[in-house]
């Protein structure tokens, strides 16, 4: 049993910025790379980023330069700032801890960019 915890999700306007939170166990946290993806319609979630546990970081051309992953080892957190909101950004955002065929997922928070 894994936990993984977010918050942070909410409305926005475009041009705007959210930071996600995901907490999870020590266990987990210091073991498994860790990510977050969003889910619109369809059958794929598409990744937006990831950090390792040696905190390297990877983001896809449609997030990179706007938003920063990073993970504070002391709080077991990962963090998503999201600078530059689009409403192309809106979905329900998840946390992802994976390690080989092993994955956790949180249960969303959703993120409406509108004006």
């Known amino acids: 049993q894994v936990q993984l915890v977010e918050s942070g999700g909410g409305l926005v306007q475009p041009g705007g910025s959210l930071r996600l939170s995901c907490t999870a166990s020590?266990?987990?946290?210091?073991?498994?790379?860790m990510g977050w993806f969003r889910q619109t319609p369809g059958p794929q979630r598409e990744m937006v980023a990831t950090i390792t546990t040696g905190g390297s970081t990877l983001y896809p051309d449609s997030t990179r330069g706007r938003f920063t992953i990073s993970r504070d080892n002391a709080k077991n957190t990962v963090y998503l700032q999201m600078n530059s909101l689009q409403p192309e950004d809106t979905a329900v955002y998840y946390c992802n801890a994976h390690l080989r065929h092993q994955d956790y997922w949180g249960q969303g928070t959703q993120v409406t960019v509108s004006s």
């Open positions: 020590r266990s987990i946290f210091s073991n498994y790379a």
